[in-house]
Nanobody
């Protein structure tokens, strides 16, 4: 059993900053790609950023987060963070952590896991 637990959401004024954290725990052999998605009210869930186990990060072109958000991870702790700066009202959403996790004694199976989501509200 694998669980992803997010933390760090909250209410912030426009221009403010937040850091989201996600920790994967359970019977984990290793984690491959980890990432953050978000879902605003009435909209579909969308990719924000992903990062490989080697540290290569990609940010969604359709989401205007480049230069404002930074994704990072700690492989030893199976954690992924999202540093968000200069937050705007349009960043308001529930943010979800996702991880591609290798499980099994030899890590022979890869499964996708999601966190429960953490609310980020940007408002004055």
């Amino acid at each position: 059993q694998v669980q992803l637990v997010e933390s760090g959401g909250g209410l912030v004024q426009p221009g403010g900053s937040l850091t989201l954290s996600c920790a994967a725990s359970g019977s984990i052999f290793s984690t491959n790609v980890m990432g953050w998605y978000r879902q605003a009210p009435g909209k579909q869930r969308e990719l924000v950023a992903v990062i490989s186990s080697g540290g290569s990060a990609k940010y969604a072109d359709s989401v205007s987060v480049k230069g404002r958000f930074t994704i990072s991870r700690d492989n030893a702790k199976n954690t992924v963070d999202l540093q968000m700066n200069n937050l705007q009202v349009e960043d308001t959403a529930v943010y979800y952590c996702r991880a591609d996790v290798r499980i099994g004694y030899y890590g022979q199976t890869t499964s996708v896991y999601w966190g429960q989501g953490t609310q980020v509200t940007v408002s004055s």
